[in-house]
């Protein structure tokens, strides 16, 4: 059922764990009468204890944060907030990823530097029970359909992925392990299966396939 915006405030909660992000986008909301940034969080756990002790019609979440990340809290968030619509953002290119949060149960997809042309768009979109994407990864995610052979690194669970490009990215895993809040063996672990799946050698082999398939920026 479509909801109509013009009688009512949407309330928002903004999920990024660094602050700066989330005064920017509570700026940018305090600009549309009809939008209200009434909470903030800056960790997956916090979003989960947010929406279960108040109401929100969107919350806006962060791909990637420390801990629980975005695809952990949005899996928990559709099964505990089933009809609570989730508009995901995220730094990286928005068609390397966005396909793992739309098939998990996101409602939209939004890169940051975009956010502040299509960032209210997408919040009354999803409000009157519309999926957002821009045309780009419309067109995107159609060729991709189209398309009959799967790359090796979409065999990944959405955790490996997550390491794969972090060490894509020349990230260690002490550092991984610190950032994700997991324990370096974890890492390590998803460091081993990475290259089983992608059948590569070593750390150089990973990086340079993350590079060569444009992974990251």
């Given amino acids: 059922m479509k909801k109509d915006s013009g009688s009512h405030q949407i309330k928002v909660l903004l999920a990024d764990d660094h602050a700066v992000l989330r005064d920017g986008l509570k700026l940018l909301l305090s600009e549309t009468p009809d939008i209200?940034?009434?909470?903030?969080?800056?960790?997956?756990y916090e979003v989960l204890e947010k929406v279960r002790k108040n109401h929100f019609d969107i919350v806006v979440l962060d791909a990637?944060?420390?801990?629980?990340?975005?695809?952990?809290?949005?899996?928990q968030l559709v099964i505990d907030q089933p009809r609570l619509p989730v508009l995901i953002l995220t730094m990286y290119p928005e068609e390397r990823i966005a396909a793992r949060f739309l098939k998990a149960g996101a409602s939209g997809f939004l890169t940051k530097d975009s956010a502040s042309e299509e960032l209210?768009?997408?919040?009354?979109?999803?409000?009157?029970?519309?999926k957002f994407i821009t045309p780009?990864?419309?067109q995107k995610l159609a060729l991709?359909?189209?398309g009959s052979d799967k790359q090796p690194h979409e065999l990944?669970?959405?955790?490996?992925?997550?390491?794969?490009?972090?060490?894509?990215?020349?990230?260690r895993i002490s550092e991984?392990?610190?950032?994700?809040?997991?324990?370096?063996?974890?890492v390590s672990t998803h460091r081993t299966h990475i290259l089983e799946k992608i059948k590569l050698d070593n750390n150089a082999q990973l990086i340079?396939?993350?590079?060569?398939?444009?992974?990251?920026?």
């Fill in 208 to 217: 340079r396939y993350v590079i060569e398939n444009k992974l990251i920026e």
């Fill in 156 to 171: 990944l669970s959405d955790r490996e992925y997550q390491v794969m490009c972090m060490m894509g990215a020349g990230k």
């Fill in 64 to 75: 990637a944060m420390p801990g629980l990340d975005g695809m952990e809290t949005l899996k």
């Fill in 136 to 138: 780009k990864l419309a």
């Fill in 144 to 146: 991709d359909f189209l």
């Fill in 120 to 130: 209210v768009k997408a919040i009354k979109a999803i409000f009157r029970g519309e």
């Fill in 176 to 186: 991984i392990a610190n950032e994700l809040q997991l324990s370096i063996k974890t």
């Fill in 36 to 44: 209200i940034a009434s909470g903030e969080a800056k960790n997956g």
